[in-house]
C-alpha cells in the first residue's frame, strides 16, 4: 500500500507562487529542486507558510507528508497530502474521515510527529526532505523541531528547514555556502572545535552559548565555516 510510485498530490493545487523572492536563495532552493525522485516536503503544525519558496517547495514535491492536525490546515484550504503520520491526537473528526485512507498513525510517545514523519520517508528511500510550517504558534515545538535537524543529519539525511524568514541547515565539519552579500547568517554551535569563518563580517570561535554565534552577516559571494563537529546555519532569505 506504500509503494513510493502511488499517487501524488490530488484535489485542488497549491498555490504557485511566482519566482518573485527566491533569487536570493536559488542555491538553497534548486539543490532540493535537483533531487529528483528522492524529493519530500513535511508540513508541520506551526504557521502555514505565506512565502513564495516554502510554497513553491510545496508546489513542485511530488510527495507531502502532513504532521498529524496539519492535515486540518490542508483540508480547510481543500487541499490533500498523500501521507498524514502522526499519533492523531490533534487530527480533527473531519480530516480523518476525509483521509481515513492515506493517515498512517504512529502512537510511539518517544517522538513528536515531525521525527515520525521523518521515520516513514527515510524508510521508502527518501533522502533529501524540506519541512514547512515547524516554526510559529509554540515556542516550545519550535525549538524542538529546528533542534532535531541534527539527528536527521546524523542519520544520513539531508533535512532543512524553510521558514517564512530563512532556512535552517544542519552541517557537520567544514561548510561552504553561496548567497548574496549582506545575507543575515546565525550560527548555533552544537559540538564544534577549532571554529572560524572566511566570508562573514565577524569572527567565529568556539562559541559556550547559542546566542554568541547569531547575528552575522556575509561579506563575500560565498562564505565557509571551519571547524570540526556538528552545528546549525540560519541564512535569512
Not at 552541517?171 to 572560524?196: H, K, L, N, R, Y
Request: hydrophobic share 35%; aromatic share 10%; charged share 20%.
Amino acid at each position: 500500500m506504500d509503494k513510493i510510485d502511488e499517487r501524488s498530490i490530488s484535489g485542488p493545487a497549491l498555490p504557485l507562487p511566482g519566482r518573485e523572492g527566491t533569487e536570493n536563495v536559488a542555491p538553497l532552493y534548486s539543490e532540493l529542486e535537483g533531487a529528483t525522485g528522492d524529493y519530500a516536503v513535511i508540513v508541520g503544525g506551526g504557521d502555514f507558510p505565506t512565502h513564495p519558496l516554502p510554497l513553491r517547495l510545496m508546489h513542485e514535491a511530488e510527495r507531502i507528508v502532513c504532521c498529524d492536525g496539519a492535515a486540518n490546515e490542508f483540508l480547510a484550504r481543500g487541499l490533500r497530502p498523500w501521507r498524514v503520520v502522526g499519533d492523531c491526537d490533534s487530527l480533527s473528526p473531519e480530516a480523518m474521515e476525509a483521509f481515513s485512507d492515506i493517515v498512517r498513525r504512529n502512537p510511539d510517545q518517544e517522538t513528536n510527529d515531525q521525527t515520525k514523519a521523518i521515520a516513514y520517508l527515510a524508510k521508502r528511500g527518501f533522502r533529501h526532505i524540506a519541512i514547512v510550517a515547524a516554526t510559529g504558534r509554540r515556542e516550545d515545538h519550535t525549538l524542538g523541531n529546528i533542534s532535531l535537524l541534527i539527528e536527521y543529519m546524523r542519520q544520513g539525511l539531508e533535512v532543512r528547514i524553510y521558514t517564512d524568514y530563512g532556512v535552517f541547515i544542519p552541517c557537520q565539519d567544514t561548510c561552504t555556502f553561496e548567497c548574496p552579500i549582506g545575507t543575515a547568517v546565525s550560527i548555533f554551535s552544537f559540538s564544534t572545535q577549532g571554529m572560524t569563518a572566511e566570508g562573514l563580517r565577524y569572527p567565529l570561535r568556539d562559541f559556550t552559548s547559542w546566542w554568541q554565534g547569531t547575528l552575522n552577516t556575509t561579506d563575500a559571494p560565498t562564505f565557509t565555516i571551519r571547524c570540526q563537529g556538528e552545528y546549525l546555519v540560519y541564512l535569512n532569505y
